[in-house]
């Protein structure tokens, strides 16, 4: 066996998610999918802390910092949200059987869904950093990014319910337009 | 021992927070609590499953759908989550120390902090099903409710890191107006 092996991440993710689907997440191991995807144990656990973990690992959060420091000059903050949607749904495009897939094993198991709260607490950590790098204020961040992640996720869902004929970053810029109408007049009550 | 206690709720809430303040809230026990209150672990047990439920049990959530019932008619979206903001932060005034306790205690733990990411969660479905009822589409009323209990959670962070001279409503108003400034032209990239 190699010591260097080309593309193990993709390889054990794969090699991964057919065991699941083929005979569910609890019965499958790590050796198993070290087996089918021709690596060692010790590779795995170079890319993946766990097999828990390898459910998250085609997700934007990895790269998600880089990426948002790569942002063009001169946009606007909703120029740069987007952006960053843009950026973000690029890397899910052709992985929506495995994102199926996913989001079925996360619902039916509740460690999962604990684990999969806190990777979005994450991401939205992620992107308020970046808004606050922007020059937005602490508590604006916060918002900013809670909501913008917030759009992402409920757009994912619609993408994932979907036949895939549309852009997940095009539904999610559509429901911030329309929560920006819905909040159209917001004041002190 | 009356078998019917008055206030029975408050008076373990007090008794409760009394003993974590003393002497932390790992070496508190049930028992104390209610020996404290002059109750019973029965009454304990009617009242919150275990302890750490007693830290969640100041807040709108369990109150909130009753409320966002009660809203009065004719209101816009905007007013409408203007309004529900005002009936929920009413709720927390006067407990401003308690609070700060209750949060202390949460960030050091994190069983605490997944508990209060589970009950934020609640509070987010409830939000969105009085948004639903008002005739909103499911992603909208999701978007709109995730938006307006994370201004409602950072306004609460604010005005208990500040002196208490702010509303919590207002803190919360004032940033979902500047979420909209910021979502200004948003459009896909």
């Given amino acids: 066996m190699a010591r260097w092996a080309p593309n193990a991440r993709d390889r054990l993710t794969t090699a991964a998610l057919d065991l699941f689907r083929e005979q569910g997440f609890a019965a499958t191991t790590v ?50 949200v987007a952006w960053g949607l843009r950026v973000m749904a690029t890397r899910f495009e052709g992985l929506r059987e495995d994102m199926r897939l996913i989001q079925e094993l996360i619902d039916a198991d509740p460690g999962l869904q604990e684990r999969a709260l806190r990777k979005r607490e994450l991401l939205n950590l992620i992107v308020r950093d970046a808004l606050r790098d922007r020059g937005l204020s602490e508590q604006r961040s916060r918002l900013l ?40 007049g917001i004041e002190t009550a």
């Fill in 31 to 80: 050796p198993q999918i070290t087996e089918r995807a021709g690596l060692t144990t010790r590779t795995f656990y170079r890319h993946f802390a766990d097999k828990r973990e390898v459910l998250f690992g085609h997700d934007a959060r990895a790269q998600a910092q880089t990426v948002l420091e790569q942002a063009p000059p001169g946009l606007s903050t909703a120029e740069f």
């Fill in 145 to 184: 990014a809670d909501t913008t992640v917030s759009a992402l996720y409920i757009a994912l869902d619609q993408w994932l319910a979907g036949d895939g004929g549309v852009q997940i970053d095009a539904l999610a810029v559509e429901l911030l337009a329309s929560l920006r109408a819905d909040l159209d």
